[in-house]
């Protein structure tokens, strides 16, 4: 079974780029989230989509950061411009459903590091 | 505001012997937990759940202890083994909310 995937695995970009990070949900899912991962703060939700729809993105920090969802296979996490201290591992996940004791399953994570 | 704590940063233990991580939270709507475990340079990836209204769940070496009264839960690995060598985070969530809070994660090493 393919899991949560997730593209680039890793990204070195220079500040002021933009960054584009992709998510393929695993199918059937309903539910898709976005985390990043810092040393500082580690794992935090930064926006949840239910069957496509964004009904979260209190965590996203910033205008820079936008992520959009045009169907049920597919989600991107945009950061633009890039900062250095956007460093960090952004994880993709997936759950059936948002309602609790749905397990959350997560990709392998995309590695960005901002120069 | 950290709503979930692991405490200890990292476990060493002997193969064969017993790791205990511990993870304390703070909020009392919180009746959904569970342990996620992460190689490096993978995702994290579900170990065992439990909910409040059981104190104890079990699932091969692996067992989740809940203390609500205490807000602690606790995961027992036995006998641990070298692959169990990982971080290990404790997650929760309030019923039918979708907003997992974790902690930083227990770096367990498990030494031959």
């Known amino acids: 079974d393919a899991g949560v995937i997730q593209s680039p695995r890793h990204e070195v970009t220079e500040m002021g780029q933009e960054v584009t990070l992709r998510c393929k949900p695993i199918s059937g899912h309903n539910s898709l989230f976005w985390y990043r991962q810092t040393m500082m703060r580690g794992l935090e939700l930064l926006i949840y989509?239910?069957?496509?729809?964004?009904?979260?993105d209190s965590g996203m920090p910033e205008d820079r950061f936008s992520a959009k969802m045009p169907n049920a296979s597919f989600s991107t996490l945009k950061i633009q411009p890039s900062e250095p201290r956007d460093s960090a591992v952004y994880f993709c996940a997936s759950s059936l459903s948002y309602l609790s004791g749905n397990t959350i399953y997560f990709g392998e994570g995309s590695w960005l590091t901002v120069v | 505001d950290q709503q979930v704590k692991q405490n200890s940063p990292s476990l060493s233990v002997q193969e064969g012997r017993i790791s205990i991580l511990n993870c304390d939270y703070t909020n009392s709507m919180f009746d959904y937990f569970l342990w996620y475990k992460k190689y490096p340079a993978e995702g994290p990836t579900f170990l065992i759940s439990?909910?409040?209204?059981?104190d104890k769940n079990e699932d091969g070496r692996f067992t989740v202890f809940l203390n609500k009264s205490a807000k602690h839960l606790s995961l027992h690995i036995v006998p641990s083994q070298p692959g169990d060598s990982a971080v290990y985070f404790c997650a929760a969530s309030p019923s039918n909310d979708y907003k997992l809070s974790f902690g930083a994660g227990t770096t367990v090493t498990v030494r031959a």
């Open positions: 439990i909910s409040s209204i059981k």
């Open positions: 989509f239910n069957n496509n729809v964004p009904i979260d």
